[in-house]
């Protein structure tokens, strides 16, 4: 696969559905177009829940197509011709396509929720991306906690299984909070209230994800 290394590609992946993929996807399309760049968000899950959420905009500051096909990597270098920065909302438990976005991504950013089921889905995607990092070594990942609900041992307590994946975790959790579901009804994104704990947390998370690039 032929690629323009200019374009950053961001995939977010877990096998296990209900994660917050797509709400990881929506907000780091918006927080990278916000920083100036030109963003795709490819919808690679056949539930389409970032296209609909797109559907809902009433002004649109990064584009949103759909495609899940596991001939992503062969397209995606014609597809983002005209981007700086790609993002692609994975589906769940979809291996052929899930091998695709992998092999598509620069960085592989699993979001999990502070559970154990949640730690032990994650080896799955883990085990598929150190697949494909035998034919495509470059391709980084990394390990996001979602949802940590506040004042709680729980995230802390996940962190510590999960340095046993032997996979960086990132140091920005994001947490559970009313104003992602509220901002998402009406296509919007938790930038609406830029001074909101929910919006530093997507800047604080995105800028560490660029980091890792």
């Known amino acids: 696969m032929h690629r323009n290394t200019m374009l950053m590609i961001y995939a977010f992946l877990n096998q296990k559905g209900g994660v917050g993929k797509t709400t990881l996807s929506i907000h780091t399309a918006a927080e990278l177009s916000r920083k100036g760049r030109r963003v795709l968000l ?3 899950d056949p539930q389409g829940s970032s296209l609909s959420w797109s559907n809902c905009r009433e002004t649109a500051t990064f584009s949103v197509v759909g495609m899940a096909k596991a001939t992503l990597h062969q397209e995606i270098e014609q597809i983002a011709a005209d981007y700086d920065d790609v993002v692609i909302d994975g589906p769940p438990r979809l291996a052929e396509l899930a091998k695709s976005i992998i092999v ?5 950013v699993i979001p999990i929720q502070p559970s154990p089921l949640d730690v032990w889905e994650a080896a799955k995607t883990i085990d598929l991306i150190r697949e494909a990092q035998i034919y495509r070594p470059s ?7 979602n949802r940590r609900i506040a004042m709680t041992a729980i995230g802390r307590d996940v962190r510590d299984a999960l340095d046993e994946l032997g996979v ?3 140091k920005s959790d994001i947490g559970q ?3 992602f579901a509220e901002s998402a009804i009406t296509g919007e994104t938790v930038h609406v209230q ?11 998370f995105v800028n560490e994800i660029r980091r890792i690039l």
Do not use: N
Request: hydrophobic residues 50%; glycine residues 0%; positive net charge.
């Open 177 to 179: 909070r009313v104003l």
């Open 194 to 204: 830029k001074r909101s704990k929910a919006a530093k947390e997507v800047t604080k």
């Open 42 to 44: 490819i919808d690679a």
């Open 168 to 170: 960086p975790v990132l």
């Open 139 to 145: 391709i980084r990942c990394c390990l996001v906690i």
């Open 104 to 108: 598509s991504a620069d960085l592989v």
